[in-house]
């Protein structure tokens, strides 16, 4: 099976800076980047394979799911994991998310969140 390199989707935040830089990731000239979304399937946003162009969510939604996710892959719509990397130079705001019976009808989406800190001053 190919190893598959997905461009990242930089997002501009008023809260970012330029630490993504460290890791690696080229960043646009002058703009304070707050998130690195290294892995994304949603409406407006995928992830995009390298090489090929073939977005996150075609693959996932193609004929071939089970082959190269696994019989046990979830049913979902789209592709179930989002992976950000975040620099965040200043205090960022709350965020609430909306529990999953909540979200369609408030035009949210319901999201189980896990965070691993790299760095902190």
């Known amino acids: ?10 997002q501009e935040r008023i809260w970012g800076g330029r630490n993504l830089e ?5 960043l646009p000239e ?4 707050g ?3 290294e892995l994304v399937d949603r409406h407006g946003s995928q ?8 977005s996150i969510g075609s693959v996932w939604s193609g004929g071939s ?15 179930p994991i989002l992976i950000k990397l975040l620099d965040a130079e200043e205090k960022l705001s ?10 369609n009808e408030l035009g949210g989406e319901p999201k189980t969140e896990m965070w ?6």
């Open 30 to 33: 002058g703009k304070k980047i």
């Open 94 to 103: 709350l965020q609430v998310h909306p529990p999953a019976e909540r979200a």
């Open 65 to 79: 799911r089970e082959k190269i996710f696994g019989r046990r892959s979830p049913r979902a719509e789209q592709f």
């Open 35 to 37: 998130e690195s979304w």
């Open 47 to 54: 992830s995009v394979v390298e090489g090929t162009g073939e």
């Open 22 to 26: 460290k890791l690696g990731r080229l």
């Open 116 to 121: 691993f800190f790299l760095e902190t001053k």
């Open 1 to 10: 099976m190919a190893i598959w390199k997905l461009q990242p989707l930089m």
